[in-house]
């Protein structure tokens, strides 16, 4: 039972142009949304984060939007630079008790960037 | 300085041995997880500790076991290893103020033969 969703396992964009990841979810419980970025041989790291009564996040170059309603969220990286090539997660978190928030993570996007 | 780091990063086994995997974070988190990323790479929580104690147990088999020394480190112990079991497997950690963001460690490659 997927409760967060990434439809698209990978794209391909240009530098300099803008990309656009998405993910979907299930669990009208979730109140926090991150996107982790993920190197080959690495651990994911983290990027930006959203909360639930927020429509907007910003960061730089990153952009989490989330539509409630429609349980979406995406990741708008511009411009996009052949350095975020990388797998892209999209993560999502219901407050499971106390200070411990069980992350519940998409399947992952590979974006590739090409100069 | 590593944040979170795994040790072995590889590991080659045979069915039906034990091993462990140990973890340690430099963050001064008092929260630590183990994750499991199988081969169809979905990463999904197994352990969490809060200062030691298990608070999370997402229907692992007892063959594994979390253990937390000190807030610093959260080690696992895999008793009898599977084919199955072969995944990859990260730690992270987090602060409890910082709602959510947890930081991972590079993961430790388990192929059980």
């Known amino acids: 039972d997927q409760q967060v969703k990434q439809n698209s396992p990978s794209l391909s964009v240009q530098e300099g142009r803008i990309s656009i990841l998405n993910c979907d979810y299930t669990?009208?419980?979730?109140?926090?949304f991150l996107w982790y970025k993920k190197y080959p041989a690495e651990g994911p790291t983290f990027l930006i984060s959203?909360?639930?009564?927020?429509d907007k996040n910003e960061d730089g170059r990153f952009t989490v939007f989330l539509n409630k309603s429609a349980k979406h969220l995406s990741l708008h990286i511009v411009p996009s630079q052949p350095g975020d090539s990388a797998v892209y997660f999209c993560?999502?978190?219901?407050?499971?008790?106390?200070?411990?928030?069980?992350?519940?993570f998409g399947k992952g996007t590979l974006l590739t960037v090409n100069p | 300085d590593t944040a979170v780091s795994q040790t072995p990063k590889y590991l080659v086994t045979q069915m039906g041995n034990d091993k462990s995997i140990k973890c340690e974070q430099n963050?001064?988190?008092?929260?630590m997880y183990w994750y499991k990323q199988d081969s169809k790479k979905f990463l999904k929580i197994m352990f969490s500790?809060?200062?030691?104690?298990?608070?999370i147990n997402e229907t692992v088999p007892n063959r594994f076991s979390p253990k937390s020394p000190d807030k610093a480190h959260l080690n696992l112990h895999i008793n009898s290893l599977e084919l199955g079991d072969s995944a990859v497997y990260f730690c992270?950690?987090?602060?409890?103020?910082?709602?959510?963001?947890?930081?991972f460690g590079a993961g430790t490659r388990l192929s059980v033969l």
């Open positions: 993560a999502a978190s219901a407050n499971s008790g106390g200070s411990n928030y069980k992350l519940t």
């Open positions: 992270a950690s987090s602060h409890a103020a910082g709602k959510n963001i947890q930081y």
């Open positions: 959203i909360s639930s009564i927020k």
């Open positions: 963050l001064g988190h008092d929260t």
């Open positions: 669990n009208s419980m979730f109140d926090y």
């Open positions: 500790y809060n200062n030691k104690e298990l608070i």
